[in-house]
């Protein structure tokens, strides 16, 4: 079935670092949405990108709908340690019946 | 407005018994969906519910059942349960079905087989 390739699997990073992580697809996506994981808990919806060169922000987060359709990313800039976690990439796309597609998660470490 | 409820929140099993989960979606929310996640793994999609109907299923078993009610609470089934079964098992609610809804999620319940 169709998957997404998140990168990188995992990143360790020092306090104050941006962070930048990215999903391709081959096929075009027309939803992308980034998530973090907390341990033991649930994903947390942190940006929705439904157009295409789409740049949205929450806070010292950023998340951009590549303009071919078929990537996005997410940048975290200054981390701090409460950053720490996974994060996933989700999209939808019209032939996947509305289901959203999963990349396999970057989990963020925070040196010490 | 109250998120995603799951009951229970951890479970203790053993192999060959049967487990029913528990997913209360956001109030006006009409799409549940199920995911398996191991230890260190990512998210296996389980299947969807919409209006009571399985909109989609995902790579699992017969063993793995599901179904949503009027009220769209959702329930999952594992029957013959196996010690690979041990996983968080996530619920995500939605307003509906579409290309611009975004999935919210429970805490998860925490499946422990022995």
């Given at each position: 079935g169709q998957q997404l390739n998140q990168s990188p699997q995992s990143m360790f990073i020092q306090e104050g670092e941006d962070v930048s992580m990215?999903?391709?697809?081959?096929?075009?996506?027309?939803?992308?949405?980034?998530?973090?994981?907390?341990?033991g808990e649930g994903p947390v919806l942190l940006i929705a990108l439904y157009k295409a060169g789409e740049l949205t922000?929450?806070?010292?987060?950023?998340?951009q709908f590549g303009i071919t359709r078929k990537d996005s990313f997410l940048n975290i800039s200054a981390s701090i340690p409460s950053?720490?976690?996974?994060?996933?990439?989700?999209g939808r796309f019209m032939d996947s019946n509305y289901q959203l597609i999963w990349g396999a998660g970057t989990k963020l470490i925070i040196k010490p | 407005k109250a998120g995603v409820t799951q009951t229970p929140r951890y479970l203790i099993k053993t192999r060959g018994?049967?487990?029913?989960?528990?997913?209360s979606p956001i109030s006006g929310h009409r799409s549940v969906s199920w995911y398996q996640q191991t230890p260190g793994q990512g998210l296996q999609f389980l299947f969807?519910?919409?209006?009571?109907?399985?909109?989609?299923k995902g790579n699992f078993?017969?063993?793995?059942?599901?179904?949503?009610f009027s009220n769209s609470r959702s329930e999952m089934n594992v029957s013959t349960l196996e010690l690979g079964d041990s996983a968080l098992y996530?619920?995500?609610?939605?307003?509906?079905?579409?290309?611009?809804?975004?999935?919210?999620?429970?805490?998860?319940?925490?499946?422990?087989?022995?």
């Open positions: 990215n999903c391709t697809s081959s096929s075009i996506f027309n939803t992308w949405l980034w998530y973090k994981q907390d341990p922000s929450n806070g010292r987060l950023t998340a950053d720490v976690g996974i994060y996933f990439c989700a | 018994q049967q487990v029913t989960l528990s997913c969807e519910y919409f209006s009571e109907t399985q909109r989609n078993p017969g063993r793995f059942s599901g179904r949503q996530l619920c995500a609610s939605s307003l509906g079905i579409g290309l611009d809804y975004e999935q919210y999620f429970g805490p998860g319940t925490r499946l422990t087989v022995t």
